[in-house]
């Protein structure tokens, strides 16, 4: 039954997609070149996305945008490391620029990242905040071990985590002395290994409502005074994370979007009653 519920979504998806562009495509490329046309055109033209995003939607009105010049000072100078920004489900180069300014005004000594992936926006980090520790962590780079640890847990883009190459961006580089790659599921990772005072958090895991919430958790956990709090893909595509967000705004915490970007963020101290909620609760 679901192989029939799944061949009739298709045809519908290329009906509505089938148009001359996709005819010429076919007639110069072939079939295989024909399908990828029809796939490019519903992407491009998206018919469903108002009813299929608008929990997103709704969602992000509720988080206040700023501009990042109201956050931090922009940097005289910042070094990018442009490699791999192009993969599917890279940062993109202007996220990376806010959570670079953000970083290097917070000053911290140490840094966390939740989603390693190619290791661009650690890299990036890196390069940047000498001096600072990062830690990053990821799934298992043996996709057999990945596949194990997340089975039956509510997870996303499983074609990113089949296609990663877990921190190529500075494997083998001088950046690596700076950056600790950790292994492991996020949720039930044990962060007692790392001993830094951890003052840049960046959450760019699993973008479900349940894995945005406990890794968010997790950081306020570990903080141990004012921190700098970061989540990526807050946008309407990901209502998991615009959820979470909108859920500590409501309980006080003044978590802004960043204009331009799909960044979220919050400086808060540890000791901040609305943050001690959610690790008390």
Not at 16 to 34: H, I, P, Q, S, Y
Not at 96 to 117: D, R, S
């Amino acid at each position: 039954m679901s192989e029939r519920k799944d061949f009739v979504s298709k045809a519908g998806k290329y009906i509505l997609a089938f148009n001359l562009g996709t005819v010429v495509r076919t007639l110069c490329g072939g079939l295989k070149e024909g399908k990828k046309g029809l796939e490019d055109t519903y992407r491009a033209v998206a018919p469903f996305s108002p009813i299929q995003y608008r929990k997103g939607s709704k969602l992000l009105a509720r988080i206040p945008e700023v501009a990042l010049e109201s956050l931090a000072p922009v940097p005289g100078r910042i070094t990018l490391d442009l490699r791999y920004t192009s993969i599917d489900g890279a940062t993109p180069i202007r996220d990376v620029l806010a959570i670079l300014a953000l970083a290097i005004a917070q000053k911290p000594t140490a840094a966390l990242e939740f989603g390693t992936y190619f290791g661009t926006t650690t890299a990036n980090l890196a390069l940047n905040l000498p001096g600072t520790h990062i830690h990053t962590i990821d799934l298992p780079e043996d996709l057999t071990e990945a596949t194990a640890v997340i089975k039956d847990q509510p997870t996303d883009d499983q074609h990113l985590i089949e296609g990663r190459q877990l921190g190529k961006a500075f494997r083998n580089s001088p950046l690596a002395a700076g950056i600790t790659q950790h292994q492991g599921d996020t949720a039930t990772y044990d962060y007692s290994v790392i001993h830094d005072n951890v003052t840049v958090f960046l959450v760019d895991g699993s973008h479900t409502y349940e894995y945005a919430k406990s890794d968010t958790l997790h950081c306020f956990k570990m903080a141990r005074g004012e921190a700098l709090y970061l989540w990526h893909d807050c946008d309407r595509f990901h209502p998991g994370v615009t959820q979470w967000l909108v859920e500590m705004i409501d309980a006080g915490l003044p978590v802004v979007r960043i204009q331009g970007t799909s960044l979220a963020c919050v400086t808060a101290d540890s000791a901040n009653p609305s943050l001690r909620k959610f690790i008390t609760n």
